[in-house]
DNA sequence: GTATGATTTTATGCATTTCCGAAAAACAAT
DNA sequence: ATTGTTTTTCGGAAATGCATAAAATCATAC
């Protein structure tokens, strides 16, 4: 299922949407405006954007704007308006596409379809806080320069990020990242890692922002 | 000047087209029909094909399998039928894009820059520095001359060139060079022909700079 | 049959990372 | 405060992954 974000106020068009392309295997966030998008693109990963142009707060040309600044995802414009002018501008903006409603949803997902088969090879990009993990490059970055994880690190890093907000027991993420053939390592050694992570991605290791102690239970990326 | 291939029929869309594209810096050679658009593309090198769907011999569809097969240049479908059936169909063949008639001339460049934006990477001949590789003749050059790459040596490098920037793992690339039948080889082998490629691509090859390691998850060409 | 070049394997060295034990610190409960 | 538990820190040993050289195998043309 390819995660896509679709932002638009419409909630008939939203529902409708989400069933239809729920059945060609695409699995579809709402968002209602510029708010709500740019939390759920902290929070998640999303392989496209679907992106009205009309909104209720702000227009889709500032979300697109910003989508391709922080994330670099692809956007497909999406929109009642079909003169020239808003599409040129699109374009310029870096939109991958544009189509005007009322569209022909078959005609929709081809376009999807089309769009990833162009940019695949672009980064999944997702971002917490100033820290940006590119999946696709294997980096993560700090206010754009790199962190140089080591493979470990990042792996660890990404269990994190996977389950954003949720307590991960150190069980879990033992198994999750150490467990060969039912072999576990040293307790302690996730500890280390848990460190060493803190050391390169905190601003202040002492007092952890991103990667939080919850004695007794384990730790969690809020 | 942009060199691009325009096929149609139609005499006078053939000239307003022509005309209005020079003004925005593209260079365009009209084809009448499939015959002659064969024979052009063996003579000369485009950057891109608009593709009319109706002409008179044969038809668009077909011409664009052609043009994918043969030189893996990129489409765009420039068509009075803008039914639903006929869009599927053309980016099932791989086209690029898809304009129905009548267009704005305006938007038509604007999706004529996307596209080659997009698909820049692509086309018969790719650049990476110094390095040239030809996919039509199987060649790579540096400098102009040749770098007398084996047959694996110039198959690893277009697998890297099929995923700039993207992290390689070490499993991926032996899989798509050396999986005969599930069954590997040595595991090092890829490791010397990864050698073997930057000394013959590098300028120093103990200091890569464009097939860099990433120490526990594999290769990347930036 | 030998000569040439491509491909694969073997062997070795090096650098980084991963791992662990033990001590120190932080925290919770009494 | 005292005690016991959990978490953090540290340094060095062990393991791993990668680079390199050189030898062995295979294919092809002469």
Redesign the interface.
Known sequence: MTPILLVEDDRSICENLTAFLKTEDFDVTCAPGQQGAAELLQKRTFALVLLDISLADGNGFSVCREIKAEYGLPVIFLTASSD?YS??AG??LG???YIAKPF?P??LV??I???LR??S?A?AVTKIGDICIDT????ASKNGCDLNL???E?RLLLVFLNHRGAVLSRTMLLESIWDIAGEFVNDNTLTVYIKRLRDKLEDDPQDPKLILTVRGLGYKLP
């Open positions: 020239e599409t040129v374009f310029d939109a991958d596409d022909r078959r005609e081809s376009r379809r089309n769009v162009l940019t090879g980064g696709v490059r294997g980096t080591s493979a470990l990042y």
